[in-house]
């Protein structure tokens, strides 16, 4: 528990006392272009634990250390292969982790015990200044509590740690929204974890073929990824996901019927589908245009943290698909609901 939740525009000072706290062992939640992280010193096993604590997260799920130079690499990782120095000058900075064998003096709390650590630069100029300024790697979960969305906005943050953390500083709005994608190198072929960020295609456009993790697990145990539970990034709220040719059909059909039982259904949505959906009676969070998979992912967080502040009864929402971005999306969706029909 810290006294109090400062929320700080990111300026050269309060970077430079973000980088103090960070060195001194305390807690700082700053943006990347994926989701709000919840930073401690990665090298200080004290620090890592505050982590765990604020989140409420169990010590078996490990973090990712954030970096902010290539070179930095060699002091968290034992070997970094060729495929792994292909990949990060393709992908660093950006959404994509790899699974790295872990050098001993990262502690083994960050890596939940593992002989592997996740390692990732991220491209968000406050990231990468406060990595610099803090002169050391920065352990990052998702800043949430543990099993909530992630946030992708600095409210998100503070309304699930505020007193928790010592700082949050403001980027706005992530632009990604979905956490990174995260990558097992050492599997042949290699294999993707979480789908994210850094899609299928775009790593397979470099290094040949990759197998996916099977997802939607309801147990961690024999977990390759041990946060990879099915129930995840969840709301509060009831969430039914629609999938397949019929998706759009099944939704009206349940939310009608929802609505002729006076309640009160909530649609999270591309743009085009919104005024459909209003004029039955929904209420609806925008997701932004079909064809921009981007902005979707983007949203999908806020959505479901929006829509569980306006107390529905239950969240509707159909798939996007299963290319590109898409898979990410739809891994997230699917760990989120409590049912998916389709
Ligand atoms: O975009 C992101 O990745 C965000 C930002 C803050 O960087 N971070 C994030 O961290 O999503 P977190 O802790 O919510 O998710 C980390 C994931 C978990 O699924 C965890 O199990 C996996 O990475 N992971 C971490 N270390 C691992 C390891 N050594 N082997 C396999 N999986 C690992
Ligand atoms: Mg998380």
Sequence with gaps: MVAMTRILTPDPESIAASAEIIRSGGLVAFPTETVYGLGANAMDAQAVARIFAAKGRPASDPLIVHISRLEQVERLARN????????????????????????????????????????????????????????????????????HTSPTTAAHVYHDLAGKVDIILDGGS???????????????????????????????ALIGPVSMLAQSRKTSKGLPSPGLLKKHYA??????????????????????????????????????????????????????????????????????????????????????????????????LTRAATRVVG
């Design 235 to 332: 709301p509060r709220t009831e969430m039914i996901l629609f999938k397949g040719p019929d998706a759009r059909k099944n939704l009206f059909e349940y939310l009608k019927a929802e609505l002729a039982l006076g309640k009160r259904p909530g649609v999270m949505a591309e743009d085009e589908e919104v005024r459909a959906l209003e004029e039955c009676g929904a209420l609806v969070f925008p997701l932004g245009a079909g064809i921009d998979l981007a902005g979707i992912a983007s949203h999908i967080y806020a959505g479901m943290r929006w829509l569980d502040d306006q107390k529905v009864d239950v969240i509707l929402c159909t798939d996007f698909g299963d290319q590109g971005l898409g898979v990410a999306i739809r891994d997230r």
């Design 80 to 147: 970094f292969s060729p495929a792994a120095r292909t990949l990060a000058e393709a992908f660093w900075p950006g959404p994509l982790t790899l699974i790295l064998p872990r050098q001993p003096e990262v502690p083994s709390l960050v890596t939940s015990g593992l002989d592997s650590v996740a390692v990732r630069i991220p491209d968000h100029p406050v990231a990468l200044s406060l990595i610099e300024a803090a002169e050391t790697p920065i352990a990052a979960p998702s800043a949430n509590r543990f099993g």
């Design 174 to 204: 992530t632009k990604i929204g979905v956490e990174s994608t995260v990558l097992d190198i050492s599997t042949s072929p290699v294999r993707i974890l979480r789908p994210g960020g850094v899609t299928r295609e775009m790593i397979e």
